[in-house]
Protein backbone atom coordinates (compact mmCIF):
# COMPACT_ATOMS: atom_id res chain seq x y z
CA UNK A 1 0.00 0.00 0.00
CA UNK A 2 2.59 2.68 0.94
CA UNK A 3 4.26 1.74 -3.02
CA UNK A 4 1.02 2.40 -4.09
CA UNK A 5 0.17 5.99 -2.55
CA UNK A 6 3.74 7.11 -2.87
CA UNK A 7 3.80 6.69 -6.93
CA UNK A 8 0.33 8.75 -6.89
CA UNK A 9 1.96 11.07 -4.70
CA UNK A 10 5.03 11.26 -7.34
CA UNK A 11 2.55 11.27 -10.64
CA UNK A 12 3.08 14.88 -11.95
CA UNK A 13 0.42 17.65 -12.45
CA UNK A 14 -0.72 16.84 -15.85
CA UNK A 15 -1.10 13.38 -15.51
CA UNK A 16 -3.15 14.03 -12.23
CA UNK A 17 -5.67 16.55 -13.91
CA UNK A 18 -6.18 14.21 -17.12
CA UNK A 19 -3.42 16.36 -19.55
CA UNK A 20 -0.90 15.42 -21.64
CA UNK A 21 1.96 16.87 -21.06
CA UNK A 22 3.91 16.61 -17.40
CA UNK A 23 5.74 19.19 -15.10
CA UNK A 24 8.94 19.00 -16.84
CA UNK A 25 7.82 19.02 -19.99
CA UNK A 26 5.61 22.81 -19.41
CA UNK A 27 9.43 24.08 -17.24
CA UNK A 28 11.04 23.11 -20.61
CA UNK A 29 8.39 24.81 -22.80
CA UNK A 30 8.83 28.20 -20.78
CA UNK A 31 12.40 28.01 -20.51
CA UNK A 32 12.86 27.41 -24.25
CA UNK A 33 10.94 30.55 -25.73
CA UNK A 34 13.37 33.28 -27.30
CA UNK A 35 13.60 36.51 -25.30
CA UNK A 36 13.37 34.65 -21.65
CA UNK A 37 15.04 37.11 -19.21
CA UNK A 38 13.97 35.03 -16.02
CA UNK A 39 11.45 32.33 -15.29
CA UNK A 40 11.50 31.18 -11.55
CA UNK A 41 9.43 28.01 -11.35
CA UNK A 42 10.14 27.65 -7.21
CA UNK A 43 11.88 24.63 -7.71
CA UNK A 44 15.19 25.23 -9.70
CA UNK A 45 17.46 26.47 -6.75
CA UNK A 46 21.17 26.52 -4.92
CA UNK A 47 22.17 26.84 -1.38
CA UNK A 48 21.06 30.86 -1.20
CA UNK A 49 17.95 31.22 -3.36
CA UNK A 50 15.18 30.27 -6.14
CA UNK A 51 17.43 30.65 -9.70
CA UNK A 52 16.08 32.03 -13.03
CA UNK A 53 16.03 29.94 -15.96
CA UNK A 54 16.85 32.10 -18.92
CA UNK A 55 17.69 32.87 -22.63
CA UNK A 56 21.71 32.58 -23.17
CA UNK A 57 21.72 34.50 -26.36
CA UNK A 58 20.10 37.74 -24.53
CA UNK A 59 21.03 37.45 -21.06
CA UNK A 60 24.41 35.72 -19.37
CA UNK A 61 22.85 35.43 -15.74
CA UNK A 62 19.87 33.89 -13.39
CA UNK A 63 18.51 36.09 -11.11
CA UNK A 64 18.51 35.02 -7.40
CA UNK A 65 14.99 35.16 -5.57
CA UNK A 66 14.47 35.42 -1.72
CA UNK A 67 11.88 35.43 1.35
CA UNK A 68 11.22 38.29 3.11
CA UNK A 69 9.30 39.76 5.67
CA UNK A 70 8.49 43.69 6.29
CA UNK A 71 10.32 44.88 9.31
CA UNK A 72 12.90 41.78 8.77
CA UNK A 73 16.37 43.17 6.86
CA UNK A 74 17.30 39.40 6.47
CA UNK A 75 17.26 37.43 2.92
CA UNK A 76 16.01 34.00 3.16
CA UNK A 77 15.79 30.67 0.70
CA UNK A 78 12.99 28.49 1.48
CA UNK A 79 15.04 25.65 3.40
CA UNK A 80 16.04 29.02 6.15
CA UNK A 81 12.55 30.66 6.38
CA UNK A 82 12.36 31.04 10.24
CA UNK A 83 8.54 32.16 10.48
CA UNK A 84 6.06 29.46 11.43
CA UNK A 85 3.24 31.21 12.07
CA UNK A 86 0.27 31.41 10.47
CA UNK A 87 -0.42 34.56 8.40
CA UNK A 88 3.55 33.93 7.83
CA UNK A 89 4.17 30.19 7.51
CA UNK A 90 5.73 28.79 4.23
CA UNK A 91 3.10 26.95 2.67
CA UNK A 92 3.20 24.71 -0.93
CA UNK A 93 0.45 23.76 -3.15
CA UNK A 94 1.62 21.27 -5.85
CA UNK A 95 -2.15 21.77 -7.84
CA UNK A 96 -0.89 24.86 -10.03
CA UNK A 97 1.09 23.99 -13.78
CA UNK A 98 4.09 23.49 -12.49
CA UNK A 99 3.84 21.12 -9.09
CA UNK A 100 5.06 24.00 -6.44
CA UNK A 101 3.21 26.94 -5.83
CA UNK A 102 4.93 28.96 -3.25
CA UNK A 103 2.00 30.85 -0.84
CA UNK A 104 3.11 34.33 -0.56
CA UNK A 105 1.26 36.59 2.16
CA UNK A 106 0.82 40.74 2.41
CA UNK A 107 4.19 41.63 4.18
CA UNK A 108 4.44 38.44 6.24
CA UNK A 109 6.22 36.59 3.32
CA UNK A 110 7.16 37.77 0.11
CA UNK A 111 9.39 37.31 -2.72
CA UNK A 112 12.34 39.56 -3.96
CA UNK A 113 15.10 39.73 -6.05
CA UNK A 114 17.79 42.57 -4.61
CA UNK A 115 18.43 45.61 -6.99
CA UNK A 116 21.80 44.72 -6.86
CA UNK A 117 20.95 41.17 -8.64
CA UNK A 118 19.58 42.89 -11.90
CA UNK A 119 20.04 46.96 -12.01
CA UNK A 120 21.04 47.74 -15.47
CA UNK A 121 19.47 44.51 -16.89
CA UNK A 122 17.34 43.16 -18.96
CA UNK A 123 15.27 42.87 -16.10
CA UNK A 124 15.54 46.51 -15.45
CA UNK A 125 12.32 47.65 -16.76
CA UNK A 126 12.62 51.08 -18.09
CA UNK A 127 12.84 53.44 -20.72
CA UNK A 128 11.39 52.25 -24.05
CA UNK A 129 12.20 48.71 -23.97
CA UNK A 130 9.55 46.16 -24.64
CA UNK A 131 8.44 43.09 -22.23
CA UNK A 132 6.09 40.80 -21.01
CA UNK A 133 5.61 39.43 -17.86
CA UNK A 134 3.29 36.27 -16.97
CA UNK A 135 2.66 35.10 -13.74
CA UNK A 136 1.11 31.59 -13.33
CA UNK A 137 -1.35 32.53 -9.72
CA UNK A 138 -4.03 31.05 -7.17
CA UNK A 139 -5.40 33.96 -4.99
CA UNK A 140 -7.70 33.17 -1.98
CA UNK A 141 -8.43 36.45 -0.82
CA UNK A 142 -7.68 40.51 -1.00
CA UNK A 143 -5.62 41.02 -4.36
CA UNK A 144 -3.20 43.37 -5.19
CA UNK A 145 0.37 43.43 -6.64
CA UNK A 146 1.87 39.88 -8.69
CA UNK A 147 5.08 40.47 -9.58
CA UNK A 148 7.25 43.65 -10.77
CA UNK A 149 9.22 46.23 -9.39
CA UNK A 150 6.76 48.74 -7.55
CA UNK A 151 7.76 51.34 -4.73
CA UNK A 152 4.85 53.10 -3.40
CA UNK A 153 6.85 55.59 -1.88
CA UNK A 154 4.59 56.13 1.17
CA UNK A 155 1.81 57.35 -1.15
CA UNK A 156 3.69 60.46 -1.30
CA UNK A 157 2.82 62.50 -4.39
CA UNK A 158 6.43 63.08 -5.12
CA UNK A 159 7.63 59.95 -4.25
CA UNK A 160 7.99 56.52 -5.31
CA UNK A 161 10.10 53.94 -7.12
CA UNK A 162 7.60 52.23 -9.72
CA UNK A 163 8.73 51.02 -13.11
CA UNK A 164 6.03 48.11 -13.80
CA UNK A 165 4.31 45.30 -12.46
CA UNK A 166 1.31 42.55 -12.83
CA UNK A 167 -1.69 43.21 -10.44
CA UNK A 168 -4.67 42.19 -10.09
CA UNK A 169 -8.08 43.59 -7.98
CA UNK A 170 -7.65 47.43 -8.11
CA UNK A 171 -9.77 50.00 -9.43
CA UNK A 172 -13.21 48.04 -8.43
CA UNK A 173 -11.77 45.62 -10.86
CA UNK A 174 -11.63 42.07 -10.72
CA UNK A 175 -9.29 41.11 -13.88
CA UNK A 176 -6.05 41.61 -14.63
CA UNK A 177 -3.92 44.76 -14.35
CA UNK A 178 -0.99 45.85 -16.06
CA UNK A 179 0.54 49.09 -13.87
CA UNK A 180 3.08 51.07 -15.40
CA UNK A 181 4.73 54.47 -14.13
CA UNK A 182 6.91 57.19 -15.88
CA UNK A 183 7.21 59.20 -12.69
CA UNK A 184 7.83 56.87 -10.48
CA UNK A 185 5.51 58.54 -8.23
CA UNK A 186 1.80 59.79 -8.96
CA UNK A 187 0.43 59.77 -11.75
CA UNK A 188 -1.33 62.85 -11.71
CA UNK A 189 0.43 65.11 -9.07
CA UNK A 190 -1.29 68.05 -9.96
CA UNK A 191 -4.71 66.75 -8.83
CA UNK A 192 -5.87 66.92 -5.41
CA UNK A 193 -9.07 64.86 -5.67
CA UNK A 194 -9.11 61.35 -4.08
CA UNK A 195 -6.56 58.73 -5.75
CA UNK A 196 -4.15 61.40 -6.92
CA UNK A 197 -1.59 60.07 -4.80
CA UNK A 198 -1.72 56.80 -6.54
CA UNK A 199 0.41 55.93 -10.08
CA UNK A 200 -3.21 55.74 -12.10
CA UNK A 201 -1.95 54.42 -15.41
CA UNK A 202 -2.75 50.82 -15.91
CA UNK A 203 -4.55 48.60 -18.41
CA UNK A 204 -6.97 46.29 -17.49
CA UNK A 205 -8.53 43.11 -19.00
CA UNK A 206 -12.00 42.94 -18.68
CA UNK A 207 -12.68 39.68 -17.97
CA UNK A 208 -12.57 39.26 -14.07
CA UNK A 209 -11.49 35.77 -12.54
CA UNK A 210 -12.35 34.26 -9.43
CA UNK A 211 -10.05 33.60 -6.43
CA UNK A 212 -9.67 29.89 -5.37
CA UNK A 213 -9.12 29.36 -9.23
CA UNK A 214 -5.56 28.83 -11.37
CA UNK A 215 -4.88 31.57 -13.70
CA UNK A 216 -2.41 32.50 -16.39
CA UNK A 217 -2.06 36.44 -15.55
CA UNK A 218 0.43 38.54 -18.27
CA UNK A 219 1.03 42.14 -18.93
CA UNK A 220 3.31 43.77 -21.86
CA UNK A 221 4.57 47.04 -22.97
CA UNK A 222 4.64 47.87 -26.68
CA UNK A 223 6.72 50.85 -27.04
CA UNK A 224 6.22 51.18 -30.79
CA UNK A 225 3.18 51.04 -30.90
CA UNK A 226 2.72 52.68 -27.30
CA UNK A 227 0.49 50.10 -25.74
CA UNK A 228 0.02 48.18 -22.50
CA UNK A 229 -1.61 45.11 -22.43
CA UNK A 230 -3.36 43.30 -20.24
CA UNK A 231 -4.31 39.34 -20.23
CA UNK A 232 -5.92 36.41 -18.98
CA UNK A 233 -5.09 33.01 -20.03
CA UNK A 234 -3.29 33.97 -22.97
CA UNK A 235 -6.72 36.60 -23.93
CA UNK A 236 -6.90 40.43 -24.33
CA UNK A 237 -10.53 41.04 -23.10
CA UNK A 238 -10.84 44.69 -24.27
CA UNK A 239 -12.31 47.25 -21.78
CA UNK A 240 -13.00 51.27 -21.60
CA UNK A 241 -13.82 52.89 -18.54
CA UNK A 242 -13.34 56.44 -17.01
CA UNK A 243 -10.77 56.56 -13.87
CA UNK A 244 -12.11 59.86 -11.62
CA UNK A 245 -8.15 61.28 -11.50
CA UNK A 246 -7.56 61.21 -15.15
CA UNK A 247 -11.18 62.77 -15.64
CA UNK A 248 -10.31 64.93 -13.04
CA UNK A 249 -7.78 66.48 -14.91
CA UNK A 250 -7.96 65.81 -18.69
CA UNK A 251 -11.74 66.58 -18.92
CA UNK A 252 -12.45 64.03 -21.11
CA UNK A 253 -16.06 63.49 -23.02
CA UNK A 254 -16.05 59.66 -22.34
CA UNK A 255 -14.41 56.81 -21.30
CA UNK A 256 -11.08 55.60 -22.95
CA UNK A 257 -9.87 52.07 -23.50
CA UNK A 258 -8.16 50.06 -20.90
CA UNK A 259 -7.43 48.10 -22.53
CA UNK A 260 -5.21 47.68 -24.36
CA UNK A 261 -4.06 50.79 -23.00
CA UNK A 262 -2.48 53.69 -24.53
CA UNK A 263 0.99 54.70 -23.19
CA UNK A 264 3.39 57.41 -24.89
CA UNK A 265 6.01 57.71 -22.30
CA UNK A 266 9.06 55.66 -21.29
CA UNK A 267 9.04 54.07 -18.22
CA UNK A 268 10.57 55.47 -15.04
CA UNK A 269 14.03 54.54 -14.14
CA UNK A 270 16.21 56.29 -11.18
CA UNK A 271 18.12 58.18 -13.35
CA UNK A 272 15.27 58.89 -16.47
CA UNK A 273 11.89 60.01 -15.47
CA UNK A 274 8.88 62.54 -15.37
CA UNK A 275 8.34 65.08 -13.64
CA UNK A 276 4.98 67.02 -13.45
CA UNK A 277 4.00 70.33 -11.88
CA UNK A 278 1.15 71.44 -10.12
CA UNK A 279 -0.68 74.83 -9.38
CA UNK A 280 -2.31 75.69 -12.81
CA UNK A 281 -6.04 75.92 -13.03
CA UNK A 282 -6.87 72.69 -15.53
CA UNK A 283 -10.27 72.82 -15.26
CA UNK A 284 -10.70 75.98 -17.01
CA UNK A 285 -7.55 76.41 -18.93
CA UNK A 286 -6.24 74.55 -22.12
CA UNK A 287 -3.33 73.14 -20.21
CA UNK A 288 -3.55 69.77 -18.51
CA UNK A 289 -0.20 69.57 -17.25
CA UNK A 290 3.03 70.82 -17.49
CA UNK A 291 6.27 68.19 -17.16
CA UNK A 292 9.54 67.87 -17.54
CA UNK A 293 11.43 64.47 -18.43
CA UNK A 294 14.91 64.47 -16.42
CA UNK A 295 17.87 62.50 -17.53
CA UNK A 296 20.26 62.43 -15.32
CA UNK A 297 22.55 60.09 -17.51
CA UNK A 298 22.29 62.59 -20.52
CA UNK A 299 22.17 65.83 -18.04
CA UNK A 300 19.32 67.20 -19.72
CA UNK A 301 15.52 68.37 -19.14
CA UNK A 302 12.88 68.27 -21.95
CA UNK A 303 9.57 70.15 -21.06
CA UNK A 304 6.27 69.72 -22.69
CA UNK A 305 2.78 70.20 -21.78
CA UNK A 306 -1.09 68.34 -22.16
CA UNK A 307 -3.01 70.93 -24.26
CA UNK A 308 -2.29 74.59 -26.11
CA UNK A 309 -0.30 77.10 -23.84
CA UNK A 310 -2.23 80.08 -25.83
CA UNK A 311 0.95 82.17 -26.30
CA UNK A 312 1.29 82.04 -22.68
CA UNK A 313 5.22 82.42 -21.45
CA UNK A 314 6.83 80.15 -18.63
CA UNK A 315 10.40 79.46 -17.74
CA UNK A 316 11.62 76.63 -14.90
CA UNK A 317 13.82 76.99 -12.29
CA UNK A 318 15.90 73.65 -11.91
CA UNK A 319 18.80 72.74 -9.05
CA UNK A 320 20.19 69.87 -7.60
CA UNK A 321 21.35 69.62 -3.84
CA UNK A 322 23.32 67.41 -2.28
CA UNK A 323 23.53 68.13 1.64
CA UNK A 324 22.16 71.47 1.20
CA UNK A 325 24.66 72.63 -1.34
CA UNK A 326 24.03 73.05 -5.49
CA UNK A 327 25.93 70.08 -7.50
CA UNK A 328 25.50 72.67 -10.50
CA UNK A 329 27.70 74.85 -12.20
CA UNK A 330 24.43 77.43 -11.49
CA UNK A 331 20.97 76.53 -10.66
CA UNK A 332 19.07 76.71 -14.57
CA UNK A 333 16.33 79.48 -14.85
CA UNK A 334 15.01 78.73 -18.47
CA UNK A 335 12.40 80.51 -20.48
CA UNK A 336 10.65 77.16 -22.47
CA UNK A 337 8.25 76.06 -24.80
CA UNK A 338 7.17 72.64 -25.82
CA UNK A 339 9.63 70.25 -26.87
CA UNK A 340 12.78 72.70 -25.56
CA UNK A 341 15.77 70.97 -24.07
CA UNK A 342 17.98 72.16 -21.43
CA UNK A 343 21.44 71.19 -20.43
CA UNK A 344 22.00 70.69 -16.55
CA UNK A 345 24.90 71.85 -16.08
CA UNK A 346 26.43 69.05 -13.54
CA UNK A 347 29.73 69.59 -11.70
CA UNK A 348 29.88 66.15 -10.96
CA UNK A 349 27.52 62.74 -11.51
CA UNK A 350 24.51 62.82 -9.90
CA UNK A 351 24.35 59.49 -6.35
CA UNK A 352 21.34 58.92 -4.48
CA UNK A 353 20.24 61.09 -1.93
CA UNK A 354 20.61 64.16 -3.93
CA UNK A 355 17.46 66.25 -3.94
CA UNK A 356 16.12 68.02 -7.15
CA UNK A 357 14.78 71.19 -6.61
CA UNK A 358 12.39 72.41 -9.46
CA UNK A 359 9.44 75.44 -10.06
CA UNK A 360 7.62 76.48 -12.72
CA UNK A 361 6.74 80.08 -13.27
CA UNK A 362 4.74 82.03 -15.73
CA UNK A 363 5.02 85.84 -17.00
CA UNK A 364 2.17 88.10 -15.59
CA UNK A 365 2.69 91.51 -17.63
CA UNK A 366 6.84 92.60 -16.04
CA UNK A 367 7.40 89.93 -14.10
CA UNK A 368 7.47 86.22 -13.14
CA UNK A 369 4.94 84.59 -10.95
CA UNK A 370 5.43 81.00 -9.33
CA UNK A 371 2.73 78.57 -10.65
CA UNK A 372 2.08 76.20 -7.66
CA UNK A 373 4.79 75.08 -5.25
CA UNK A 374 8.30 73.82 -5.77
CA UNK A 375 8.56 70.01 -6.04
CA UNK A 376 10.97 68.01 -4.13
CA UNK A 377 11.97 65.10 -5.95
CA UNK A 378 14.44 62.65 -3.93
CA UNK A 379 17.14 60.48 -6.31
CA UNK A 380 16.94 57.10 -5.17
CA UNK A 381 18.22 53.44 -6.08
CA UNK A 382 16.02 51.14 -7.74
CA UNK A 383 13.69 49.63 -6.24
CA UNK A 384 13.90 45.59 -6.20
CA UNK A 385 11.55 42.81 -7.84
CA UNK A 386 9.37 41.92 -5.74
CA UNK A 387 6.35 38.80 -5.52
CA UNK A 388 3.25 39.53 -3.59
CA UNK A 389 4.48 42.68 -2.42
CA UNK A 390 4.40 46.77 -3.43
CA UNK A 391 7.05 48.43 -1.19
CA UNK A 392 6.30 51.39 0.47
CA UNK A 393 2.24 50.29 1.13
CA UNK A 394 1.42 52.59 4.04
CA UNK A 395 4.82 53.34 5.15
CA UNK A 396 5.69 50.04 5.20
CA UNK A 397 2.89 48.33 7.11
CA UNK A 398 2.97 44.87 7.41
CA UNK A 399 -0.62 44.11 6.80
CA UNK A 400 -1.08 45.28 3.20
CA UNK A 401 -0.31 43.66 0.04
CA UNK A 402 -1.96 40.50 -1.54
CA UNK A 403 -3.52 37.64 0.90
CA UNK A 404 -3.02 34.66 -0.20
CA UNK A 405 -1.26 34.32 -3.42
CA UNK A 406 -0.24 31.27 -4.73
CA UNK A 407 2.34 31.15 -7.39
CA UNK A 408 3.51 28.65 -9.30
CA UNK A 409 5.92 30.28 -11.46
CA UNK A 410 6.51 33.98 -12.67
CA UNK A 411 8.92 35.13 -16.09
CA UNK A 412 9.87 37.96 -18.06
CA UNK A 413 10.97 38.38 -21.56
CA UNK A 414 12.34 40.97 -23.78
CA UNK A 415 10.12 41.22 -26.00
CA UNK A 416 5.88 40.97 -26.54
CA UNK A 417 4.12 38.05 -27.08
CA UNK A 418 1.64 37.40 -28.62
CA UNK A 419 -1.56 36.15 -27.57
CA UNK A 420 -1.04 32.60 -29.37
CA UNK A 421 2.52 32.76 -27.63
CA UNK A 422 1.02 33.71 -24.33
CA UNK A 423 -2.29 31.02 -24.74
CA UNK A 424 0.35 28.18 -25.61
CA UNK A 425 1.85 29.24 -22.29
CA UNK A 426 -1.18 29.40 -19.99
CA UNK A 427 -1.51 26.01 -19.65
CA UNK A 428 -5.14 26.99 -18.66
CA UNK A 429 -7.72 24.48 -20.50
Same mark, same amino acid.
Given at each position: ???? @????????????????????????????????????????????AWQ?????????????????????????????????????????????????????????????VPR? %? =????????????????????????? #???????? !? %?????????????????????????????????????????????????????????????????????? !?????????????????????????????????????????????????????????????????????????????? /?????? %???????SFR?? =?????????????????? @??????????????????????????????????????? @?????? /????????????? !? /????????? %??????????? #???????????????
Amino acid at each position: MRLI @ISTIFMLPFALLSGCDDNVSSRVEQVANINGLVAFWDFQNSDDQAWQSYYDKAIIDRSFSMYLRQIGDPMRYNSGQWPYNNDKAQLRIDKGGPFGYAVRFNQGYIYGEVPRG %E =FDHTLLDLNGRKPFTMIAWAKFSGN #RHMIAGIW !D %EGGWNKYSGRRQAALFAGLFNQKGVIGHISSTGAASFPQSAVDGAQYARLRAIDGQAFENDEWVAVAMSY !DPKNNKVNAYLNGKITTLSLQDPVTQDVMQLPSALPANPFEHKHPLYSPTAFQVKYNGYDFHNEDIKEHRIWVDLDRA /EISYAI %EGNDQGQSFRIN =FDILREGKSILNFPVREN @ITPGDNIIIPLTTPTKPGDIIITALETAEGNKWTKVGTP @IERHIM /EGAPFTLGRALGL !D /EGSIDHGSV %ELYLDGVAVFN #RVLTEQELADLSFIK
